[in-house]
């Protein structure tokens, strides 16, 4: 018998499907030639593809049957091997191929590149599960060293596959941690788990998750920059401090560059203020330590930075509006960031922003009686305040006069109900992956659109990039922070109220204060409170101050003029609500702060936290009023508490941020407990734990005001924008902005 030939002869019938004549010729040969096993290897199979399996596995039995015990184990290798041409010929023919080499598991469980090829087309039948890893002994094989024949680069795609499609199935982790004695490139390793990262962090809201499976990329590549920074960053954000700060302050060491490093000390901050820790002396000497960074190195005024050290630089001032309410100094940095930035992105992008100089020029030339193209930018349009808030402008636009245009930053593969809604109330939205810098430029390129409204500033670094390209004649920022200083952003929206008189003197952008208020809602959605006074031990009789901030927004001076409160107004209880994980932090620096100013701990009451918004709205019914954060107030917390007629103390100041809730309560249609100065906070506090009739007044106006007030008119908000389009645009037409 001449094997090469028979192989040959194999492949032919398996290229033709022609299993019927293949099993009516090696039968011819069996009789012809009884003692030759391959005839019978090459039989089984035919037969197991005919649909035949009982009678191919008695094929293979009976020719088996006569072995001396030495031939037994050289037969079974034969008949995996023709099994094997068998599968790798069939490959695209999923199903065939997923049946043979679940019979080369049968004879040979520990093939363990068989195995993988099995994990694979599993994917491609859509019936994979993870557990499949354990049962068929994958990850045992590779965790004890078996496995020595293993095809690397097919393991490495295997584990690609399996974290693409189940990224947080236990057997997941436990695969990428059995891959590492077997990697040959780190690099190539360390990119597919940074992959399912990003996927778990930001599409699965599981950063601790993703966080754990990063980190194992460090066991090969122990001071990978990169790697390093995204870890910390994942733990940061679950709220991991050992590791979120551990991992910065590395990743700092290993630096010698200065952009870099003004980053690096960055992250630190992201570390100690997400985790609970921002009010720490070390965290105040790092901030005063940042400033110090960016002084020098602005002074060079780079001009050939990477687009990552561009991105990373937008982000560098981030959190001094936290820690100091001095909107000159604040604005002023963020305006050289912003200037060295857009430089730098113009010479990595001459090209796209000519071709969009060019189309503005012909656009003023044309009849512009069609309905203006607004596209919204954004990564926060889900379950999270800017989706909560932006809901309304959404739902009231005029549709003849605007087509909405949605683009849903890192958005594909994320559950969320409210990002599905405005995909829904869109005329066109794009939900992008991860890493779609490209394709996102080019679809808003491609659009066209007359007006771009950016919700995110300096809260997403890559949208102040896609500011800068200038990918519509006007842009402008609203809503979700700050203005970033970007050149080329026309307008930041605001109101009377949010900014002082004088504000203009220091933004780039022309600030363009709309009639009344600069966000209104219909409303919110309440469910019933999952919380009672009984259950904090708060007798029914207390008075009760509540602060519902983040814990990056408590300030040191702020919570002493809280405690003062607190002491001052007999009965008293202030409860504390926060979303950050190492709460006891936040609950330390409160008690020794509490104890330094005379007030009983057992006063101090922590809330704990509750899986819905509309839960923990209900159970701010718990509290007589609320104290506001400073210098950095509540926006959405401030507009659910006055929704829910309960009275606020807050402390205006000068930034955007110091002022968020004094707009607010204007447009909710009370001025009682709006402070000027430390002193005033303290006297509205005290006044109003003090004063029973005062708190119903206010409690009674605000509930009254539900229905007047234009906080809470979503729709004549809606026209007011609209208006603010309009008029943007003819002032463009005109060549006047």
Not at 439 to 459: C, G, H, R, W
Request: aromatic share 12%; glycine share 4%.
């Amino acid at each position: 018998m001449n094997f090469l030939n028979q192989n040959e002869q194999a492949i032919q019938y398996l290229k033709n499907g022609d299993y019927s004549a293949a099993i009516n010729y090696y039968e011819e040969q069996i009789s012809i030639e009884p003692d030759i096993k391959p005839y019978y290897w090459y039989l089984g199979l035919f037969l197991l593809l005919q649909g035949e399996e009982v009678e191919a596995q008695t094929t293979w039995l009976l020719a088996m049957t006569d072995a001396e015990p030495e031939e037994v184990e050289q037969w079974t290798q034969d008949l995996k091997q023709i099994l094997k041409l068998g599968a790798e010929q069939l490959q695209d023919q999923y199903s065939s191929a997923w049946l043979i080499r679940q019979h080369i598991r049968e004879i040979s469980p520990d093939d363990i590149n068989n195995l993988l090829n099995l994990i694979n087309l599993s994917f491609q039948l859509k019936i994979y599960i993870g557990e499949d890893l354990t049962s068929w002994g994958i990850i045992e094989q590779l965790q004890q060293g078996t496995s020595q024949e293993v095809d690397v680069e097919y393991l490495l795609e295997t584990l690609d596959q399996v974290l693409n499609f189940d990224p947080l199935h236990p057997q997941s982790y436990e695969l990428s941690k059995a891959c590492i004695p077997y990697v040959n490139n780190p690099e190539k390793y360390i990119n597919i788990l940074l992959k399912a990262a990003f996927q778990i962090a930001v599409a699965m809201s599981q950063p601790e998750a993703a966080g754990n499976l990063a980190e194992l990329g460090l066991s090969l590549d122990e001071n990978n920059l990169e790697l390093i920074r995204q870890v910390a960053t994942f733990y940061q954000d679950s709220g991991n401090r050992e590791k979120g700060v551990g991992f910065a302050k590395k990743y700092y060491s290993l630096l010698e560059n200065k952009i870099e490093k003004v980053f690096a000390n960055h992250l630190i901050i992201r570390g100690l203020i997400h985790t609970g820790s921002g009010q720490s002396a070390e965290c105040v000497s790092l901030v005063k330590y940042q400033k110090n960074l960016l002084d020098s190195y602005l002074i060079e005024n780079p001009n050939n930075l990477t687009e990552r050290e561009v991105l990373q630089l937008y982000s560098a001032s981030f959190f001094f509006p936290y820690f100091q309410d001095n909107l000159p100094e604040n604005l002023l940095i963020r305006h050289k960031i912003a200037q060295i930035c857009q430089r730098n992105i113009e010479h990595q992008n001459s090209d796209i922003i000519q071709r969009n100089r060019q189309r503005y020029s012909l656009l003023k030339l044309k009849n512009q009686t069609k309905p203006l193209k607004i596209g919204y930018v954004s990564h926060c349009l889900r379950t999270h305040s800017v989706g909560w808030l932006t809901r309304w402008l959404f739902q009231y636009h005029n549709r003849e006069n605007f087509k909405i245009y949605t683009y849903l930053i890192n958005a594909q593969g994320r559950v969320d109900d409210l990002q599905n809604w405005y995909v829904q109330n869109s005329d066109c939205a794009y939900e992008f992956p991860l890493y779609a810098s490209e394709q996102i430029i080019n679809t808003i390129t491609k659009d066209e659109l007359d007006i771009i409204v950016d919700l995110d500033s300096i809260t997403l670094n890559f949208c102040c990039k896609i500011m800068a390209l200038k990918l519509a004649p006007i842009q402008l920022s609203w809503l979700g922070w700050d203005a970033s200083e970007v050149p080329t952003i026309d307008y930041f929206i605001a109101d009377p109220y949010v900014l002082p008189e004088n504000a203009q003197d220091h933004y780039q952008e022309t600030i363009w204060r709309l009639p009344q208020t600069y966000i209104a809602v219909d409303g919110f959605e309440i469910a019933n409170p999952s919380l009672r006074r009984e259950h904090l031990n708060i007798p029914s009789h207390a008075i009760v101050f509540l602060t519902a901030q983040s814990g990056y927004k408590y300030n040191l001076e702020t919570a002493k003029l809280q405690m003062q409160i607190i002491k001052s107004v007999p009965n008293s209880y202030f409860l504390i609500k926060d979303s950050i994980k190492e709460q006891a932090l936040v609950q330390e620096y409160l008690i020794q702060l509490a104890d330094e100013i005379g007030v009983n701990s057992d006063r101090l009451k922590f809330m704990p936290a509750v899986p819905l918004a509309s839960i923990h709205r209900a159970n701010l019914m718990l509290a007589d009023i609320l104290l506001d954060t400073y210098p950095y107030n509540g926006a959405t917390t401030t507009m659910e508490t006055l929704w829910m007629g309960i009275p606020m103390v807050t402390r205006v100041g000068q930034q955007f941020s110091a002022r968020n809730s004094y707009t607010m309560m204007i447009n909710a249609g009370i001025t009682e407990g709006i402070a000027w100065t430390d002193e005033e906070y303290v006297d509205w506090g005290i006044k109003l734990g003090t004063d029973e009739n005062l708190r119903q007044q206010i409690s009674w106006k605000l509930r009254k005001n539900r229905q007047m007030a234009p906080l809470w008119n979503g729709k004549q908000f809606t026209r007011e924008m609209e208006n603010a389009y309009e008029q943007m645009w003819q002032k463009y037409i005109e060549g006047k902005n």
